[in-house]
Antibody, heavy 118, light 112 residues
Framework: EVHLVESGGGLVQPGESLRLSCTASGFTYSNYWMSWVRQAPGKGLEWVASIKGEGSEKHYIDSVKGRFTISRDNAKNSLFLQMDSLRAEDTAVYFC???????????WGQGALVAVSS | DVVMTQSPLSLPVTLGQPASISCRSSQSLVQSDGNSYLNWFQQRPGQSPRRLIYKVSNRDSGVPDRFSGSGSGTDFTLKISRVEAEDVGIYYCEQETQWPLTFGQGTKLEIK
């Protein structure tokens, strides 16, 4: 059974940093693109970043380019999101997700809350 | 960026009646391989999103056949043939044809 478990969320002040982690199990982790998708309180879904299986290709939404870094450790079945220079508008639940363009099943974690406030 | 626009944003439906959600993209979602990478997600209250439909019209495993997707180019539709109580939630279309991936604003389905 596939599981994605996020950790590392919390309350930080504007300008501070936070690192989210996601631990995956139940599938051959290195074979899959992995993504972060966020949802601000009471708002819709917003894709944040994705990374290819071997880590060679990464994509980001413009609003986080230069501030967030997606990475992975395939030996530990882990996905990371390093978030620097956090802003109030980054406040959201961050989901770790195995998205797919094909019949391959999608999986989502339960989410980690990141709150940026002074 | 591809802008995804859903309508309606609120959808009150009587149990057992059909429901339909429209999604329009600002650019064609047809990729060079001929596929349109348009997905539909359901997010029930308090839960993580769940994909229902991929590549416009393909149901994910375990999704009831009362859910169907259709469309092409820039216009897409999610239909529920007979709404059940468990269908309450927010429905999102999403394109994966090009980066950045983008979602529609969401359509909140509620029971009348």
């Amino acid at each position: 059974e596939v599981h994605l478990v996020e950790s590392g969320g919390g309350l930080v002040q504007p300008g501070e940093s936070l690192r989210l982690s996601c631990t995956a199990s139940g599938f051959t982790y290195s074979n899959y693109w992995m993504s972060w998708v966020r949802q601000a309180p009471g708002k819709g879904l917003e894709w944040v970043a994705s990374i290819k299986g071997e880590g060679s290709e990464k994509h980001y939404i413009d609003s986080v380019k230069g501030r967030f870094t997606i990475s992975r450790d395939n030996a530990k079945n882990s996905l990371f999101l390093q978030m620097d220079s956090l802003r109030a508008e980054d406040t959201a639940v961050y989901f770790c997700a195995r998205l797919s363009r094909s019949a391959t099943e999608n999986y989502w974690g339960q989410g980690a809350l990141v709150a940026v406030s002074s | 960026d591809v802008v995804m626009t859903q309508s309606p944003l609120s959808l009150p439906v009587t149990l057992g009646q059909p429901a339909s959600i429209s999604c329009r993209s600002s650019q064609s979602l047809v990729q060079s391989d001929g596929n349109s990478y348009l997905n539909w997600f359901q997010q029930r209250p308090g839960q993580s999103p769940r994909r229902l439909i991929y590549k416009v019209s393909n149901r994910d495993s375990g999704v009831p056949d009362r859910f169907s997707g259709s469309g092409s180019g820039t216009d897409f539709t999610l239909k529920i043939s007979r709404v059940e109580a468990e269908d309450v939630g927010i429905y999102y279309c999403e394109q994966e044809t090009q980066w950045p991936l983008t979602f529609g604003q969401g359509t909140k389905l509620e029971i009348k």
